[in-house]
């Protein structure tokens, strides 16, 4: 158990929904990254966050959006849901300088 | 762009055999990480390398980091049925930011027993 917590499991939804995906860090950990693993990409770093900060950006589309909380948890929001944001998305927490470990991510389908 | 090319992409071996897989970059790595990743879940750090030429093992897994900083291997010994697995390379991106990583595409390691 990493201590990274990630909800729902498993997302089924329609095109042209929206759905949120939470995460609780590793408690104490100040930074949330979010990734995104498809069977063509790969595993691909999104966002980060710190300390309710946006720290760092890397391939997220328009149509999502993610927050961090004052108790530190986070949020990935995916909007305007088209078949090929079908993937596993993943949360990873570290402390400052360490590395990342990872929950066991949200298997979203989009039907 | 930075990019991280593993090999092999797929292993099948028999138990008890050693394995051995690399990954290479056109770009310097100050750091090294190798993650596994069983189905279903989360990839879960194995090891970490910080200094070019570096030898770690953690149990039956060994890596190195490479002398010219563009590559890395990973070993296994004597392998048994829950080594089975997706291994990824991986290596940060940002300057001192350690979660913000860059994956090789994986390689997909299947034990015969």
């Known amino acids: 158990d990493s201590g990274v917590t990630q909800t729902p499991k498993h997302l089924i939804t329609a095109t042209g929904q929206r759905v949120t995906l939470r995460c609780s860090p590793r408690?104490?950990?100040?930074?949330v990254y979010w990734y995104q693993q498809s069977l063509d990409q790969g595993l691909q770093f999104l966002i980060q966050?710190?300390?309710?900060?946006?720290?760092a950006k890397g391939n997220i589309l328009e149509r999502f959006s993610a927050q961090q909380f004052p108790d530190l948890h986070s949020e990935l929001n995916l909007s305007s849901l088209e078949l090929g944001d079908s993937a596993l998305y993943f949360c990873?927490?570290?402390?400052?300088?360490?590395?990342?470990?990872f929950g066991q991510g949200t298997r979203l389908t989009v039907v | 762009g930075q990019q991280l090319n593993q090999s092999p992409q797929s292993m099948f071996i028999q138990e008890g055999e050693d394995v051995s897989m690399n990954c290479t970059s056109s770009?310097?790595?100050?750091?090294w990480l190798w993650y596994k990743q069983d189905p279903g879940e989360g990839p879960v750090l194995l090891i970490a390398?910080?200094?070019?030429?570096e030898l770690t093992s953690n149990g039956r897994l060994t890596a190195q980091f490479g002398i010219t900083r563009k590559d890395s291997f990973l070993n296994i010994s004597a392998s048994i049925p829950s080594d089975v697995g997706i291994y990824f390379c991986?290596?940060?991106?940002?300057?001192?930011?350690?979660?913000?990583?860059?994956f090789g595409q994986g390689t997909t390691l299947q034990v015969k027993p």
């Open positions: 408690s104490g950990d100040l930074s």
């Open positions: 990873a927490s570290s402390a400052e300088n360490t590395e990342a470990f």
């Open positions: 390398l910080y200094k070019a030429g």
């Open positions: 966050y710190y300390n309710g900060e946006e720290r």
């Open positions: 770009s310097i790595f100050n750091t």
């Open positions: 991986a290596g940060p991106t940002g300057s001192g930011n350690t979660g913000k990583l860059i």
